[in-house]
């Protein structure tokens, strides 16, 4: 655990990297290793050995830097504490990091085994996986003259991933009209205490999106005229919180709030709140007829699974973020994903069109591929038997509706073949992230042996 315990002290929120990429290069210098970085981020730790056969261990250096409501850590400043409890690590307040700290760790602990000294191998650590995938979507191709890549980014301890989700951002854009005099009273709508989760993972265990929720519920209300409205903190993240302020001829709106929280209560958030106070805020709001259509496109977007296999989703949306602007502009994100590209795209373009029929000025962004390795490939076969011989079980052969970098990976060079790994982590992208330990073991274990079985071939 000594790699995972250090890289949970560097900070490494997506977008700044600067901290953990001059730890990635110190440990390169420090053991006399070869090292590379690009432009976009993306480090590279060549391991010299003398076996013919290539392989590449990838991981990425960013996570997402969720904290717990009400607490005063800051992401950049304070260290993440972790603590263990019945097998498994957790952070204090914040989220834990396992995605992706986990498959750094195992990366730099097989750079330096002495078991692997006659391996050939590479090592990449690419840049802003959690927001952009700016990293691998600019990634040399020479990077990746190898036989064979494993992404160690999965989080599920006993299974192999062949194939992960495309996807694409749907930006839209309102700009309400205003009303000319300020309003006497206001209330402020908080939805909290929802469980949030990785919009790629959690996408169809049902759980309640904030903005949705807040908006059902002030659709139903008359005479609504919003003055501003937030929610959500990334767009692959299923929004656990949302705020709006807004004014109503409604009365006792707080026991409406009440009765539609309870009406809308489901097992998977069980600690769901819906607060209705006066708001200090009384700047003049916007019309009500602005008001409603943006309320109703938030209640009424398509958000959620739409289509699953046996293993999982396969296409889906998260409306991930809200903000407004003190002009009174709009801001909405949604993040479409699909296993199959073809279906992403038209679901994105579904979603964009939706958001342009309600008056919103649309952009779409930071589309990635999917990939899918062949049900058999050697790489696969390779897998299947040192699993086998390590832990006399069958490894489970799966896809993933998250969205991996192997579909960058598969478009520069089409002859790598692709999988993805990693230990037993839950509730990534959230405070009650936590890490299974002896899955971590294991997988370390794994590697290995793979590196050695595949230097072997």
């Known amino acids: 655990m000594k790699y995972f315990e250090e890289i949970t002290k560097v900070p490494r929120p997506s977008g700044e990297l600067s901290a953990i990429q001059s730890y990635l290069t110190s440990f390169a210098e420090e053991h006399n290793l070869e090292w590379k970085k690009d432009a976009a981020g993306n480090i590279l730790i060549k391991h010299p050995g003398s076996s013919k056969k290539h392989i590449i261990l990838q991981a990425h250096q960013d996570m997402v830097p969720a904290v717990r409501d009400g607490s005063s850590f800051v992401f950049g400043k304070d260290e993440i504490k972790t603590y263990v409890k019945d097998g498994w690590m957790y952070a204090e307040e914040t989220s834990l990091g396992a995605d992706d700290g986990t498959g750094m760790a195992v990366m730099l602990d097989a750079l330096v085994l002495d078991e692997l000294k006659d391996c050939s191998f590479n090592c990449i650590f690419t840049a802003d996986e959690e927001t952009s995938m700016n990293g691998a979507k600019n990634l040399?191709?020479?990077?990746?003259?190898?036989?064979?890549?494993?992404?160690i980014d999965s989080e599920e301890w006993g299974s192999v991933c062949i194939s992960c989700a495309g996807g694409a951002v749907v930006e839209a854009t309102f700009h309400p009209k205003r009303e000319e005099i300020p309003v006497s009273i206001s209330y402020k709508l908080t939805v909290s205490g929802l469980r949030s989760g990785h919009s790629g993972i959690m996408i169809d265990s049902g759980r309640l999106n904030a903005i949705k929720m807040a908006a059902a519920f002030l659709s139903e209300l008359h005479e609504v005229k919003l003055i501003s409205c937030s929610g959500g903190s990334a767009k692959n993240v299923i929004p656990g919180t949302a705020e709006f302020i807004f004014t109503a001829s409604d009365n006792d709106i707080a026991s409406l709030v009440?009765?539609?929280?309870?009406?809308?209560?489901?097992?998977?958030?069980?600690?769901?709140?819906?607060?209705i106070d006066y708001a200090a805020l009384l700047s003049a709001p916007w019309t009500k007829e602005s008001s409603k259509l943006i309320l109703s496109a938030l209640s009424s977007v398509p958000n959620g699974c739409f289509k699953r296999s046996a293993s999982g989703p396969l296409l889906s949306s998260n409306l991930g973020v809200l903000r407004s602007d003190a002009d009174g502009t709009v801001f909405v994100t949604c993040f479409v994903r699909g296993n199959d590209n073809a279906e992403c795209e038209i679901r994105t373009a579904e979603i964009q069109k939706f958001f342009e029929d309600a008056g919103a000025e649309t952009f779409v962004s930071d589309k990635f591929p999917g990939w899918k390795e062949a049900d058999e490939s050697p790489l696969l076969r390779r897998i299947k038997g040192v699993y086998r011989s390590l832990f006399d079980a069958d490894i489970l052969v799966c896809t993933t509706h998250g969205g991996l970098e192997g579909g960058?990976?598969?478009?520069?060079?089409?002859?790598?073949?692709?999988?993805?790994?990693?230990?037993?982590?839950?509730?990534?992208?959230?405070?009650?992230?936590?890490?299974?330990?002896?899955?971590?073991?294991?997988?370390?274990?794994f590697v290995y042996a793979l590196v050695k079985e595949n230097a072997q071939k």
Do not use: C
């Not at 929280?261 to 607060?275: C, F, Q, R, S």
């Not at 960058?408 to 330990?437: C, M, W």
């Open 140 to 151: 040399s191709a020479e990077w990746l003259f190898a036989d064979a890549l494993i992404n």
């Open 408 to 445: 960058y990976f598969a478009e520069k060079n089409p002859l790598l073949q692709i999988v993805s790994i990693g230990p037993d982590i839950e509730n990534p992208h959230t405070v009650d992230e936590r890490l299974n330990i002896d899955s971590f073991l294991k997988l370390k274990e």
């Open 258 to 275: 009440t009765e539609f929280a309870k009406a809308n209560a489901v097992d998977t958030d069980p600690d769901l709140k819906m607060e």
